[in-house]
C-alpha cells in the first residue's frame, strides 16, 4: 500500500525557516519524481518545486525561487523542502507528490501537513 507522509510544519514568524518531510513507502522511490505542492485557503493547488528521480534536477515555482530547497535521499525514501526567509503567502497545506517516471498515471499524493507564517 503506498503512504505518503509529510511532517515538519507548523506555526512561524515571517523570516523563519521549516523543513518539511515527507516519508514514502509501498513503491519504488527512486523511480519517482517527487515534488511539492502547496494549497492556501480559497485557492487552488499550487506547485513549489519537483526534484527528478536522480536527484540531479530540481525546479521550483517563482515565488519561492531562491528560498526553498528540493533535495531527497532515495536511501530513506524521503524527500525534503527546506523553506527560507518565510513570508505570510506562504501560508498553505503542504503536499508531497510521487510521480512514475515512465508511467505518469502512477501519481501519488500526502495528506499534507501545515505550514503557518504570522507577519
Known amino acids: 500500500q503506498v503512504h505518503l507522509v509529510e511532517s515538519g510544519g507548523g506555526l512561524v514568524q515571517a523570516g523563519d525557516s521549516l523543513r518539511l518531510s515527507c516519508v514514502a513507502s509501498g513503491f519504488a522511490f527512486s523511480n519517482y519524481t517527487m515534488g511539492w505542492f502547496r494549497q492556501a485557503p480559497e485557492k487552488e493547488r499550487e506547485f513549489v518545486a519537483t526534484?527528478?528521480?536522480?536527484?540531479?534536477?530540481?525546479f521550483y515555482a517563482d515565488s519561492v525561487k531562491g528560498r526553498f530547497t528540493i533535495s531527497r535521499d532515495n536511501a530513506k525514501n524521503t524527500v525534503y523542502l527546506q523553506m527560507n526567509s518565510l513570508k505570510p503567502e506562504d501560508t498553505a497545506v503542504y503536499y508531497c507528490?510521487?510521480?512514475?517516471?515512465?508511467?505518469?498515471?502512477?501519481?501519488?499524493w500526502g495528506q499534507g501537513t501545515q505550514v503557518t507564517v504570522s507577519s
Open positions: 526534484i527528478t528521480w536522480s536527484g540531479d534536477y530540481t
Open positions: 507528490n510521487a510521480i512514475n517516471e515512465h508511467d505518469k498515471t502512477l501519481d501519488y
